[in-house]
């Protein structure tokens, strides 16, 4: 499903942690409109009424739907067959990493419609401002049966609370978030080398030193031996 952290040793291997799934709406159609991934979040992290009030301001919903990922928002908002698919657990789950990064380009305005794969985290990347801010949003580990739960609706909760147009900002502190994400849990299981497999992971990561957002994460990242496919073109990190 993806957005799996594994621990590999020479003789076995074993999954220590994975993003909780959420859901695809629409299947598919979820993938090609990440606006749909975005409704999930937002349905998954504040319930039935994540459009009212506050909220329903930061998305511009009572402001005249000024960009089509807020009337698209609008549209699937009051799609009954979209929201009884939510509430009844019928639409696909998934845990992947990338569709994460789909949901929140979608969120902050950045794309309404995927072409190819990795669209969105590539406009999501091109947000980021290095040296902007040394700050991350919180993710949650929670045990879950010998594996640990990577919850993101605490980092969902924490970008509504931005200035949405700020989507420099946004998108610095979402990569941030993740390079932490990954350094705690190296830390915490004790691991020194770590293999970059998803290729969301390896946005996050192998961007050139001067482009991450974090010199503290940075300096961090690199205590860490990092081992990559040499045949994926992605510029990685020079500790």
């Known amino acids: ?17 994975h993003l909780q799934p959420f859901h695809l709406l629409g299947n598919q159609q ?26 329903g301001n930061w998305l511009n919903f009572n402001n005249g739907f000024k960009n089509k990922i807020n009337s698209r928002l609008n549209q699937d908002l009051n799609n009954k067959n979209l929201r009884q698919l939510w509430q009844r657990g019928q639409a696909p789950l998934t845990s992947s990493m990338g569709r994460l990064f789909d949901g929140i380009a979608a969120l902050i305005g950045l794309i309404t419609q995927v072409t190819f794969e990795g669209q969105a985290a590539i406009a999501l990347e091109a947000q980021i401002m290095p040296n902007l801010t040394e700050e991350y949003y919180p993710l949650t580990l929670n045990n879950k049966e010998k594996n640990l ?29 993740l390079v932490n994400l990954i350094i705690t849990i190296a830390q915490q299981q004790g691991i020194e080398k770590v293999a970059l497999g998803e290729v969301a992971f390896k946005i996050v990561i192998c961007l050139p030193v001067p482009l991450l957002p974090s ?5 961090l990242l690199c205590s860490l031996e990092n081992y990559r496919p040499t045949t994926v ?3 990685w990190v020079n500790c």
Not at 165 to 174: C, E, G
Not at 215 to 219: E, G
């Open 30 to 55: 979820a993938i090609k409109y990440p606006h749909r991934i975005a409704l999930a979040l937002l349905w998954c992290t504040f319930g039935d009424d994540f459009s009212a009030d506050s909220l």
């Open 233 to 235: 073109p992605f510029a």
């Open 149 to 177: 739960a990577v919850d993101w609706r605490p980092l969902i909760k924490a970008i509504t609370t931005e200035d949405r147009n700020k989507t420099n900002l946004i998108a610095t502190k979402f990569h941030n978030s």
């Open 1 to 17: 499903m993806g957005g799996e952290f594994l621990k590999i040793t020479q003789d076995t291997w074993q999954g220590i942690a």
């Open 215 to 219: 010199k503290k994460l940075v300096f």
